[in-house]
């Protein structure tokens, strides 16, 4: 078998096709990076900012702890006051969906049954988000994004 000689022709190509794969990958790990990016936290930064500390301290003020967990094709999310009452809230916004896409995003349809918020929610196995915005009877925004684990 006869050797091959190496060109300067054979180097140019493979240093072109070596480039093109790496340009071809990188393109398309950016366009799949900004097609599923979900997008805007807030507006406006700066204004969310200044604002920020005062209404943390708010929400802080009302004591509420939130745990949520999905069993049997139910998400259950218990809020209580800081004396372990069960709260039943003026009004919410809710969201669950997945922290990276927004294809998955659903509103839960909560039903207060005098302990917990409970919604039928049939989920994949994996990590989700709920993205919280309840309004206490006193009119303060109480805000949270609670990660829960699905592995049924």
């Known amino acids: ?3 091959r000689e190496l060109t300067g022709r054979h ?3 493979i240093f072109v096709g070596a480039f ?3 340009i071809g990958v990188n393109i398309a790990l950016a366009y799949n990076a900004v097609r599923t990016f979900p997008g805007l936290e ?3 930064s700066y204004v969310a900012s200044q ?3 005062t209404r943390r301290a708010a929400q802080e003020a009302l004591g509420w702890r939130v745990d949520l967990r999905h069993t049997g094709g139910l998400v259950i999310m218990a809020i209580r006051d800081a004396a372990g009452a069960p709260v039943r809230v003026a009004g919410m916004e809710a969201t669950i969906g997945r922290a990276t ?3 998955d995003d659903f509103v839960p349809a909560f039903e207060f049954d005098g ?10 196995p994996g990590k989700w988000d709920l993205r919280l915005k309840a309004l206490a009877q006193d009119g303060t925004e109480f805000t949270q994004r609670l990660v829960f684990h699905v592995n049924e």
Request: aromatic fraction near 8%.
């Open 51 to 53: 604002e920020f500390n």
């Open 20 to 22: 093109t794969v790496i």
């Open 115 to 124: 302990q917990a918020y409970v919604a039928p929610a049939e989920l994949r």
């Open 101 to 103: 896409e927004r294809q």
């Open 42 to 44: 807030v507006k406006n």
């Open 11 to 13: 180097v140019l190509m």
């Open 1 to 3: 078998m006869a050797e």
